[in-house]
C-alpha cells in the first residue's frame, strides 16, 4: 500500500488505529483477520457478513469514521477466497439497499 499510495499511508494508519477505540470494531477486525484462510464455503462466514454488514449500516452516516472494509483493506480479497465471497455479499447487500434510480 505505501508503494501504491505513499502519501495516504499516514491518515490510513491513523484512521485504522483510532478504529480500534471502539470495542466492536476491533472485535470485527480480529475476527476478519481469522477469516483469511476460511473456505468461502464455511459456515462461520455467513454470521461474520450479517455482523460486518450490520457495522455497516450502523456507522455509514458517519463520516468521521472510515468504513470497516477500507480499514481491514479490500486487497487482502486477491489473496483470500474467503475475503473475496464476504466483499461481493456486501457489496451486493449495500446495492440492494440502494433507492431505486441509482447505479452506483
Keep these: 500500500m505505501q508503494a501504491l499510495d505513499p502519501h ?3 491518515q490510513r494508519i491513523r484512521d485504522k488505529n483510532a ?3 471502539d470495542p466492536e470494531t476491533t472485535r470485527l477486525y480480529l475476527a476478519c483477520d481469522q ?3 476460511w473456505d468461502p464455503h464455511d459456515p462461520r462466514l455467513d ?3 450479517d455482523d460486518l454488514d450490520a457495522w455497516e449500516i450502523k456507522h455509514e452516516r458517519d463520516s468521521s469514521r472510515p468504513g470497516l472494509l477500507k480499514l481491514v483493506s479490500s486487497q487482502i480479497s486477491e489473496a483470500s477466497p474467503a475475503w473475496q465471497r464476504i466483499l461481493d455479499a456486501l ?4 446495492k440492494q439497499r440502494q433507492p431505486s434510480g441509482h447505479d452506483s
Design 8 to 10: 495516504a499511508m499516514p
Design 19 to 21: 478504529g480500534f477505540d
Design 35 to 37: 477469516s483469511v484462510d
Design 47 to 49: 454470521p461474520l457478513i
Design 91 to 94: 457489496a451486493h447487500r449495500a
